[in-house]
């Protein structure tokens, strides 16, 4: 153990000078002492985060929060979230007797191996934010994700589930402490889901139809399996959104709990609420709580502010190979209100590995662009003919292909509308060195 410790410690140290090495650390410790994890002394409190979307955002919203309630909290900050990078992590923090210097431990983990890395300990507190469809090529169904997960829940562990979720609500079944969060219907929820396809039409349980009370997007809401013998429905929450006011940007948590938004997004208001709940679960009072969430910005990247010639633009970081996470912010254009022109880049698929599969492009919505403050679309990247062939099949006119992202960019650098930006976080270094940015 100490051996392993130590050259830990050691690699990440030269990985610091390098700008490296938030994961081969903890692999030569882990070849070192394979159950290094099972005998270093951990802090009393130890948060999980998974799920398709959100968690980094929640990870580090929950560690703001702590941390404001006088918490010494440990974090995998660079976001390096297998079993190897939770290992450089933890050794990197424990003294070389194995005792990890802090009060909550906060794991960002892989949904695909948060069995591997919780074989040798668990959670006391494990969110669980949503599953959806996310990098076919790794993942596969959502489903295959869920069988993934499964093995990490120990009996002991709290589970934070979405309610509003009716894959990863299926985590509770069989077990009595769950905790629950979710949105009421509010200004933003719609009768029926929305998106060009409905994973959520069937009942994960029993594969009968559902009926919904109303979404708040794609597939999230209030569900309800139409099979009597079932009974798969949204289960009533513990932490809930009771009121929305994007114009305003303001939501209420609660009956009283106001937090202002920084970012208007129905997609961020999950995040922060999951980052609430696990904090109250903590014992973090409401109020310590909303007021570090209110205008929290995200230092993640997620959403950057920039200049371009003489047009204000924003950077709104979609993930690759999920169609939902620009469902939302393609939502958040939509919702601006704002003349605007949109530059979508699609340059490389995956930051991790090298794939030309480009599928997911027909799962996002990309008809609610059809709004009147959007002027002009942009299509750059290397896969602009990918792009433009999925537009070709929406009711969408006003798009251009602009290969090259250097010429984009100087292209945009006249004109008085807002520029958006979609892109990945492949891919946003692309845009982001040709922009003068703020803040």
């Known amino acids: 153990m100490l051996l392993a410790i130590l050259l830990c410690k050691l690699g990440r140290a030269v990985g610091k000078l390098v700008g490296k090495g938030s994961s081969l650390p903890g692999k030569l410790a882990l070849k070192v002492c394979p159950d290094i994890l099972r005998r270093v002394k951990l802090p009393p409190h130890i948060i999980a985060v998974t799920g398709s979307n959100g968690k980094t955002s929640t990870v580090e919203m929950i560690a703001a929060i702590l941390r404001a309630d006088g918490k010494q909290v440990v ?50 507190l494990f969110v669980i934010t949503n599953l959806y469809r996310d990098q076919l090529t790794r993942n596969g169904h ?68 559902m009926e919904y009370d109303y979404a708040h997007y794609n597939q999230i809401g209030a569900f309800r399996c139409t099979n009597p013998e079932c009974g798969h429905q949204k289960h009533s929450t513990d932490y809930t959104v009771t009121a929305v006011d994007l114009e305003n940007r303001l939501v209420t948590i609660g009956h009283d ?27 973090v009072g409401s109020q310590t709580a909303a007021g570090v969430l209110s205008n929290y910005l995200l230092k993640n990247g997620r959403m950057q502010t920039f200049r371009l010639g003489q047009r204000h633009g924003t950077l709104l970081t979609s993930k690759h190979e999920n169609s939902i996470a620009y ?56 896969y602009c003919c990918d792009l433009a062939e999925r537009f070709s099949f929406t009711a969408l006119e006003n798009w251009e292909v ?25 891919d946003r270094d692309k845009i982001l060195c040709h922009v003068e940015k703020e803040g």
């Open 257 to 283: 709990t106001e937090v202002k938004l920084a970012f208007g997004s129905i997609y961020n208001i999950y995040n922060i609420l999951s980052a609430y709940a696990a904090c109250r679960e903590c014992g």
């Open 75 to 124: 974090y995998n900050a660079e976001g390096s979230n297998q079993i190897e990078g939770v290992a450089t992590m933890v050794l990197t923090h424990a003294s070389l007797g194995g005792r990890v210097r802090a009060d909550v431990l906060l794991i960002e983990s892989d949904e695909r191996y948060a069995a591997h890395t919780f074989r040798f300990f668990h959670p006391t």
């Open 142 to 209: 959502p489903e295959w994700v869920y069988d993934s997960i499964l093995p990490s829940l120990h009996p002991e562990t709290v589970l934070l589930l979405n309610a509003d979720d009716p894959l990863s609500s299926c985590f509770a079944r069989g077990r009595q402490n769950v905790k629950w969060f979710g949105l009421d219907r509010c200004s933003v929820s719609s009768d029926a889901p929305s998106g060009v396809y409905h994973d959520g039409a069937f009942c994960p349980v029993c594969r009968a139809p």
């Open 327 to 382: 469902d939302t912010n393609i939502r958040y254009i939509a919702a601006s209100g704002k003349d605007c022109v949109v530059l979508l880049i699609v340059d490389a698929v995956s930051r991790k590995y090298f794939t030309s599969e480009t599928s997911w492009l027909w799962d996002i919505d990309f008809d609610r662009l059809q709004v009147p403050h959007v002027k002009k679309i942009i299509l750059s990247g290397r």
């Open 402 to 426: 602009q290969p090259d992202i250097a010429a984009a960019a100087e292209s945009l650098k006249n004109g008085g509308e807002d520029v958006f930006v979609l892109t990945c976080f492949s």
